[in-house]
């Protein structure tokens, strides 16, 4: 159909590069060296209400009893949580936003933030890499109307990719998990990935991780976003692909 480009279909070479294939696995191996770090140096004790948060009940039930090894032991709680938020995101396992929420319970706001964007992109980067590899089958099966679309989008935006990955980062035009699968298969360099994932996250990063400090005044997750923090999202998102509107404006 004229104005859209085909998905590409699978090379036969091996789809990763030396240095991308040296991410990916060091990414596995911190996953299985963190967590037996974790495992050998915690105290011996009943850790049964260690699990996945579900709900705001699990959460606040979870804050309560980390709190204490926080302050003890916050080297293996940190490496804990890392590796507990890089295997969701990489898996594309529901409730990080729960962990984002315990991050600001946990450490406050300032390294909070500092710590959810940097799981979030480190996870969403191993999902970019595993999903080079593996991941066409698996996006054309669950995602065809949206990939065709992503695919003439950035087709679209080539010369200013930055600023619309930016935007999709920002705004919830398109969800998070999708974008973190489906950008290595409309050929996304990982470098614009990585900077949009980076700086595009920090706003959404600061109201959940903020939230999370005065956790029991959540009812809902739906309380985290209320009109004004939607609204300053969208601003921001907008701001962020002004310089593509004004450079196709000039051309």
């Not at 995101?89 to 929420?101: A, D």
């Not at 999902?127 to 003439?152: E, H, M």
Request: with cysteine.
């Amino acid at each position: 159909m004229e104005g859209r480009e085909e998905v590409k279909e699978p090379k036969p070479s091996f789809p990763l590069s030396l240095w991308e294939l040296s991410v990916a696995s060091t990414v596995v191996i911190g996953f299985l060296l963190g967590l037996a770090g974790v495992y050998l140096t915690m105290p011996a004790s009943d850790y049964s209400f260690l699990k996945l948060p579900r709900s705001l009940e699990d959460l606040q039930l979870l804050r309560d009893h980390l709190e204490t090894y926080t302050s003890d032991y916050t080297i293996q709680v940190l490496v804990g949580y890392c590796v507990v938020y890089i295997f969701m995101q990489t898996f594309m396992i529901p409730g990080t936003v729960f962990m984002s929420l315990l991050a600001g319970a946990l450490f406050g706001v300032f390294k909070g933030v500092a710590l959810v964007v940097f799981t979030a992109t480190a996870g969403a980067s191993s999902c970019y890499f595993l999903s080079k590899v593996v991941g066409r089958p698996l996006v054309f099966s669950l995602w065809p109307d949206k990939l065709s679309f992503f695919q003439a989008q950035v087709a679209q935006r080539r010369e200013c990719l930055l600023n619309y990955m930016l935007f999709l980062r920002l705004t919830p035009t398109l969800p998070n998990t999708f974008i973190n699968v489906a950008s290595p298969i409309v050929d996304i360099p990982y470098r614009i990935f990585f900077l949009a994932t980076f700086i595009g996250l920090i706003p959404a990063a600061y109201i959940t991780v903020k939230a999370g400090i005065a956790l029991g005044e959540l009812q809902s997750v739906g309380d985290l976003y209320d009109f004004k923090s939607i609204a300053t999202l969208f601003i921001i998102g907008v701001v962020s692909v002004t310089p593509t509107l004004m450079s196709k404006t000039k051309s």
